[in-house]
């Protein structure tokens, strides 16, 4: 199944401030939204579930140092921040 993705004000503008940036991440940010939409807990993902003030989110790696965080629904993921590991938590 299929999940639509769902993009905050703030998640859009920091994704398209980073890939202004970083242009070569556009194809494999591309890619990891695909596959979240597809499957959010494919293990090549590393989609985890937080805690503390985030514990009703989940986050997956984008590179090494690079997080996305979002929430799901039953069809649907609605995606809140990008960043770096410690800009996200």
Do not use: W
Not at 7 to 32: T, V
Not at 65 to 81: C, G, M, P, Q
């Amino acid at each position: 199944m299929r999940r639509k993705i769902e993009f905050s004000k703030s998640f859009s503008r920091k994704a398209k401030k980073f890939l202004i940036r970083n242009p070569q991440f556009k194809n494999l940010y591309r890619e990891i939204l695909t596959v979240l939409s597809e499957n959010p807990f494919m293990p090549s993902l590393e989609t985890h579930k937080l805690k503390g003030e985030l514990h009703d989110k989940y986050a997956c790696s984008f590179t090494s140092n690079l997080r996305i965080i979002f929430k799901l629904s039953a069809n649907t993921i609605h995606l809140i921040d990008i960043g770096t590991h410690d800009e996200v938590y």
